[in-house]
């Protein structure tokens, strides 16, 4: 069964207008999507990244180039992932289309990953 990974774009300030017990809500949401998924036999794993920019590296002339980013001004960041695993990609949009962060004007991008070995 091929694996699939669900990358979560969203725009920097999404949750910004959200309460503490609104945002304990949403991330219960998250985790009961999840339990679906793992109750399936199809959660491979998934990880929320941290809000912070990270760096972007990219090679020119003059050698390895780091910089900062992306920063709050940014139209979108990916702000974490899922892997699963789907008998197909009509299979992946199914379960992708039950996660709750379409729901909250998010947009996933979905991409089977190549097998290795």
Not at 6 to 12: R, V
Not at 27 to 54: C, M, N, P, T
Not at 78 to 90: E, H, P, Q, T
Request: glycine share 8%.
């Amino acid at each position: 069964m091929p694996n699939y990974m669900l990358l979560l774009h969203e725009q920097p300030s999404d949750f910004s207008q959200y309460s503490a017990e609104d945002m304990q809500a949403v991330i219960a949401e998250y985790v009961a999507w999840r339990h679906s998924i793992e109750s399936q036999g199809k959660f491979v794993h998934a990880e929320k990244l941290k809000d912070e920019g990270g760096k972007h590296l990219s090679m020119t002339d003059a050698g390895l180039r780091v910089t900062d980013g992306p920063y709050a001004e940014a139209a979108e960041v990916i702000g974490g992932y899922f892997a699963i695993s789907a008998d197909s990609y009509d299979d992946a949009v199914k379960l992708a289309a039950e996660c709750p962060h379409l729901k909250y004007g998010g947009r996933i991008e979905l991409r089977e990953i190549e097998p290795t070995g």
